[in-house]
């Protein structure tokens, strides 16, 4: 299989709980770290990755999304010609230059099946995954165009990993594996949040998937593991079992933005990246 990664999905359906009251009628894609929403970092980490076709996966209540990705003519009215404009620049590269197109996912069964669901929008080809909750931040390459460059030599299904305290092997996907460049492993175990007693290691698995279409078939095979939802690293177990599933430690920050810690560190980081220009 040596097709080019031209899409990206971006499974947005979950409800945020965390973050309730703020996500109770705004996606929590959509809760801005300084003055850009989450949503917004993940597309453009997948834009200078080089990929232009962005695929959603929303669910009820989450059509702000699409409109922060659609023009805005009254807005665009009001600050023509202002100091304003520059606030939009990034925003309106983005319009013009990617494609969007959604579907929804009708009922939250995991995230196995909101990329299951995304399959219309992706149809045969190998794709990108970014759950936009984990923010990373890079002086040079971003994360997915890493792991496109590593797609391009070894053609199979990659999971971005970085190592976690043993206690919080429970809030992620784990692997072990060989390692056979340096951080880069070909997976031989993986386990959806494990009890820190029972993970094989302490390598997690961040938001950040290149996946081969087999995927989708595989997926509709998964049966519901940890949580009683349909989880992809189950999947992606069936294909590892043959040895194409890759693991590798990205270089970059990665924020967990899905917790109130996490934001609030992102926040200050990319505050303080700004003052200090
Ligand atoms: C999901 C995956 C998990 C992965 C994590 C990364 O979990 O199921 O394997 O480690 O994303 O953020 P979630 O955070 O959606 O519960």
Redesign the pocket.
């Known amino acids: 299989m040596n097709q080019k990664i031209r899409k990206c999905l971006f499974p947005a359906a979950g409800y945020g709980t965390r973050f309730l009251p703020a996500t109770k009628a705004t996606p929590k894609e959509m809760l801005p770290v300084l003055t850009k929403p989450l949503i917004q970092y993940g597309v453009e980490e997948a834009l200078s990755a080089g990929i232009d076709t962005m695929a959603i996966v929303t669910g009820r209540g989450k059509r702000a999304i699409e409109d922060h990705f659609d023009r805005s003519y009254e807005l665009e009215h009001q600050i023509d010609g202002t100091s304003k404009e520059t606030l939009m620049d990034e925003i309106r590269t983005i319009i013009k230059t990617c494609t969007f197109s959604y579907t929804r996912q009708i009922e939250m069964k995991g995230?196995g099946h909101a990329i299951l669901t995304g399959e219309t929008l992706i149809g045969q080809e190998p794709f990108a995954v970014i759950?936009a909750?984990?923010l990373c931040d890079n002086e040079h390459d971003g994360v997915l165009a890493q792991m496109i460059e590593l797609y391009e030599k070894h053609h199979c299904s990659i999971v971005a990993i970085e190592e976690v305290p043993n206690e919080d092997t429970h809030?992620?996907?784990v692997i072990a594996g060989e390692e056979i460049e340096a951080g880069l492993y070909r997976v031989s175990d993986m386990v959806?949040?494990p009890d820190p007693k029972d993970a094989p290691t302490n390598m997690?698995?961040?938001?950040r998937y290149i996946l081969t279409p087999d995927i989708f078939e595989i997926l509709k095979m998964t049966r519901p593991g940890k949580g009683g939802e349909i989880?992809?690293?189950d999947a992606l177990l069936e294909q590892a079992k043959q040895g194409n599933v890759l693991a590798y430690k990205f270089q970059g920050q990665r924020f967990?933005c899905?917790s109130v810690d996490g934001f609030v560190s992102a926040t200050n980081y990319f505050y303080n990246k700004l003052t200090e220009k």
């Open positions: 995230l759950l909750d984990d809030k992620y996907g959806e949040k997690a698995i961040i938001g989880q992809i690293t967990d899905g």
